[in-house]
């Protein structure tokens, strides 16, 4: 069945500790996102790529990194100048450019600090 | 700046009400506008909306779009408990960027 996998569901990390977030999809889709969400604030756009290799700054890049060296995997990693990463992170994917298509989501993966 | 405000934050009804979720926004090379449903972690797919006055419908669920307003309206009719998530609407703009609400969280008692 196609989908988006994100790993791990659940991630603790130490303050000072850079953690990487995985996103798989095989739905054969040009386009992902990183989104983040806290309690009552919606989904803020972290990066996004419309292709293999270029990716772009959402409203919230500062603290993450990403890499989009196969159409398939768009890693996340939260970096230790992230001030605040607890939060609850998802990964999407769509088909590329204007076409009127839905975006479709992981399952999640929370982070929390210790 | 771009800006995409939903009301009521949340919203608490007995099962049968029927509920209004509001969503206005404002962006620049708006495409269409998004409605999703989150239960527990993935958002889930409702409706895509392109067009004015043109209202989109899947069981009790139906929304419409104002293009000249910048706001769209997502209806639920005879609610069950099974309606309660957070729901989120999305303008897309060009090349293909979602731009994410607040979120409106429905909670539906038996």
């Known amino acids: 069945d196609g989908g988006i996998t994100q790993s791990p569901k659940y991630l603790f990390r130490k303050e000072g500790q850079n953690v990487t977030l995985s996103c798989e999809q095989n739905?054969?889709?040009?386009?992902m996102y990183w989104y983040r969400q806290d309690p009552g604030q919606g989904l803020r756009l972290i990066y996004y790529s419309q292709i293999v290799n270029d990716f772009q700054k959402g409203d919230i890049a500062e603290g993450y990194s990403v890499s989009r060296e196969k159409k398939e995997s768009f890693p996340l990693t939260v970096t230790s100048a992230q001030k605040n990463p607890t939060a609850f992170y998802l990964c999407?994917?769509?088909?590329?450019?204007?076409?009127?298509?839905?975006?479709?989501f992981g399952q999640g993966t929370r982070l929390t600090v210790v | 700046e771009d800006k995409v405000v939903q009301s009521p934050l949340s919203l608490v009804v007995h099962e049968g009400d029927t509920v209004t979720l509001n969503c206005s926004y404002e962006?620049?090379?708006?495409?269409?506008l998004l409605w999703y449903k989150q239960e527990k972690k993935a958002p889930t797919f409702l409706f895509m909306l392109?067009?004015?006055?043109i209202e989109k419908k899947s069981g009790r669920l139906s929304s419409i779009l104002d293009k000249k307003e910048l706001f769209s309206i997502l209806n639920i009719t005879a609610t069950q408990t099974g309606d309660s998530a957070i729901y989120l609407c999305a303008p897309t703009i060009t090349g293909n960027q979602f731009y994410f609400g607040t979120g409106t969280s429905l909670t539906v008692i038996p």
């Open positions: 999407a994917s769509s088909i590329a450019g204007w076409t009127g298509k839905e975006a479709f």
């Open positions: 739905l054969n889709h040009d386009a």
């Open positions: 962006v620049t090379n708006f495409r269409s």
């Open positions: 392109t067009s004015s006055g």
